[in-house]
C-alpha cells in the first residue's frame, strides 16, 4: 500500500454499512476488496444480495470512478452500471460514499474500511 497517498485503495477492504436504495444485511453486507495501481482501480464484491461482482475505474484524489458488473442471488440476473464515491479518511479508517441515482431518485451507499483487528 502507498503510504505516501493515504486515500491509496490497493489492498483494502470495505463493507456495505448503509444504502438509501436497499436493506444492507449486518450479519453477511456486501464485501468489497480493492486493487489499485497508478490510480487505475479494480476489485471484486461478494455478500447481501450479491453472488458475484466486479469493478474497474480511476480514481484522482478522493474521486473514485468505476464501471461494474454483478450477479444478484434472486434470479441470477446480471446488473451492470457506472459509480461516483467520494473517499473520506476517518479515524477508524476509509470510508466510501457513493452518489447515484436510481428510477430517478437520488440515492446514496455508505462502505465503511474493515481494518485488519475488525
Do not use: K, Q
Amino acid at each position: 500500500m502507498d503510504r505516501v497517498d493515504p486515500l491509496h485503495l490497493d489492498g483494502r477492504t470495505f463493507d456495505m454499512a448503509s444504502s438509501t436504495a436497499s436493506r444492507v444485511d449486518p450479519d453477511r453486507p456486501t464485501r468489497f476488496r480493492y486493487r489499485e495501481s497508478e490510480g487505475v482501480v479494480s476489485g471484486d464484491y461478494t455478500g447481501d444480495t450479491v453472488t458475484v461482482g466486479r469493478f474497474v475505474g480511476t480514481r484522482v484524489g478522493d474521486r473514485l470512478e468505476v464501471a461494474f458488473v454483478h450477479a444478484l442471488v434472486a434470479g441470477g440476473a446480471v446488473v451492470s452500471g457506472t459509480a461516483v464515491s467520494r473517499i473520506e479518511a476517518g479515524p477508524d479508517g476509509l470510508r466510501l460514499v457513493e452518489e447515484f441515482e436510481l428510477d430517478g431518485v437520488a440515492r446514496t451507499s455508505v462502505c465503511t474500511e474493515v481494518t485488519p483487528e475488525g
